[in-house]
């Protein structure tokens, strides 16, 4: 199992011009093999701000998938500011530069190619809509911003790349109009006996799970110790008379 970092890339989608689309459908694609997702950020087209983001991500050693900011023009710095962070020159990629020039022929050049101009030594990530390379270097994947070249260039470099992890068991219940507040030390409680376990707390005033207010709880984790949380949840809020929604 691996955790990845989302980083969704563009002006306009932090302008509103576009709508992002990338977060649930990679979010779903890692979840089908096992991974995880703990952090997505939306970032402008800003040479600089990139490039400090990606200087973070190296650093921590984080598995990153950015969309976003890899086309031939001016406003399009995401392979620049990773080459920048990872202190490497921006070069032509040899597979991605043959994949142009078979593409688009002399209209390769002079701008179309340099969307083959990626940090030296990176290997490629085939785009089987149009051709035109995605990059792969130290755990860092660059993919167009174009949803329907990005989500099977998800799919291949996770088979590529990864294994197929088990996704963690996770267990629910929902108890019908509860006080946040009256639950918290059996929440507390439960947190101590089984930290290794993922807690969540979600309350609502009515969804499509359950019209009526209620709060939903969560344990996601070791199957015989997320069985064993719930049990424990579910005999504590008994006493207090709250009845759970099944």
């Known amino acids: ?44 087209d800003d040479r600089q701000a990139l490039f400090e983001t990606f200087q973070r991500t190296l650093a921590q050693g984080r598995h990153v998938i950015s969309c976003g900011g890899i086309g031939a023009t001016p406003d399009d710095y995401t392979r620049g500011a990773l080459a920048l962070a990872l202190n490497r020159p921006l070069c032509r990629q040899p597979e ?50 174009f949803p329907s070249m990005a989500w099977p260039m998800v799919e291949w470099l996770l088979d590529e790349y990864y ?20 639950l918290i030390t059996i929440m507390q409680e439960l947190v101590a006996k089984w930290p290794t376990l993922a807690f969540s707390s979600l309350p609502s005033f009515g969804n499509t799970h359950c019209a009526e207010p209620h709060i939903e709880f969560s344990v996601q984790g070791e199957q015989a ?14 006493t207090l008379g709250y009845t759970v929604f099944q």
């Open 1 to 44: 199992m691996a955790n990845f970092t989302l980083l969704i890339i563009g002006d306009e989608i932090l302008s509103g011009r576009r709508q992002d689309q990338h977060f649930g459908a990679i979010l779903q694609r890692l979840q089908q093999r096992g991974h995880t997702l703990d952090a997505v950020l939306y970032l402008a």
């Open 96 to 145: 991605a530069t043959q994949l142009i020039e078979q593409k688009f022929g002399s209209d390769a050049y002079p701008h179309r190619i340099k969307m083959a101009e990626f940090p030296a030594g990176a290997s490629i990530i085939p785009n089987p809509i149009n051709q035109v390379a995605g990059c792969s270097i130290q755990n860092h994947y660059l993919l167009p911003g």
């Open 163 to 182: 294994e197929v992890a088990a996704a963690k068991y996770r267990q629910s219940i929902t108890v019908l109009n509860a006080k946040e507040g009256d």
């Open 225 to 238: 110790e997320a069985a064993a949380a719930i049990q424990f949840l579910h005999q504590q809020i008994n």
